[in-house]
T-cell receptor, first 113, second 115 residues
């Protein structure tokens, strides 16, 4: 079974803090994704990576950065957390090519005070 | 541009009722994939099914069935004899060709199955 894990299920941070969200997958997938999910807005893509050290902006990259130093790990960084970044963050991974099925982690609920 | 519309924001049914979740998509690609995901209250999105654009055969898996119709650009999901455990948010998603690995998601339909 594909397994995608995220470092925390719940996280509380203060405005201005630097926040790291970690995601690890164990299926040797090339692609990894970070989404945020908000009520009424569905899933929105923040960043994705199609190879180690490669990244591409998604639909809402502002205020975020990412790091992919190893194939299995994809980190989302909030450089200076703000209250409007309070959200559910979901990580996913997939193999490249035709199948494109993304497998998701359990999510991290982040509250920024 | 690609787009997925799930017009039903919330649906509430009583256990054992059948329920259909609608999904309409827009794409100019000739080759594309359609997906359904389930998100239970725990939060994790669970992959349910993938269909490619060349395969319009309907699929049944237990109480779940999917109806793919290219003529109406729809990929609807039916749960037969719903159960309380089916309560979740269901997302329809689309990916196209052209090298993009991204999925475009609909906004989801929240299904509540009451005992």
């Amino acid at each position: 079974d594909v397994k995608v894990t995220q470092s925390s299920r719940y996280l509380v941070k203060r405005t201005g803090e630097k926040v790291f969200l970690e995601c690890v997958q164990d299926m040797d997938h090339e692609n990894m994704f970070w989404y945020r999910q908000d009520p009424g807005l569905g899933l929105r893509l923040i960043y994705f990576s199609y190879d180690v050290k490669m990244k591409e902006k998604g639909d809402i990259p502002e205020g975020y950065s990412v790091s992919r130093e190893k194939k299995e790990r994809f980190s989302l960084i909030l450089e200076s957390a703000s209250t409007n970044q309070t959200s559910m963050y979901l990580c996913a991974s997939s193999q490249p090519g035709g199948l494109k099925t993304q497998y998701f982690g359990p999510g991290t609920r982040l509250l920024v005070l | 541009a690609q787009k997925v519309t799930q017009a039903q924001t919330e649906i509430s049914v009583v256990e054992k009722e059948d329920v259909t979740l609608d999904c309409v998509y827009e794409t100019r690609d000739t080759t594309y994939y359609l997906f359904w995901y389930k998100q239970p209250p725990s939060g994790e999105l669970v992959f349910l099914i993938r269909r490619n654009s060349f395969d319009e055969q309907n699929e049944i898996s237990g109480r779940y069935s999917w109806n793919f119709q290219k003529s109406t650009s729809s990929f609807n999901f039916t749960i037969t004899a719903s159960q309380v455990v089916d309560s979740a948010v269901y997302f329809c998603a689309l990916s196209g060709q052209g090298g993009s690995e991204k999925l475009v998601f609909g906004k989801g339909t929240k299904l509540t199955v009451n005992p």
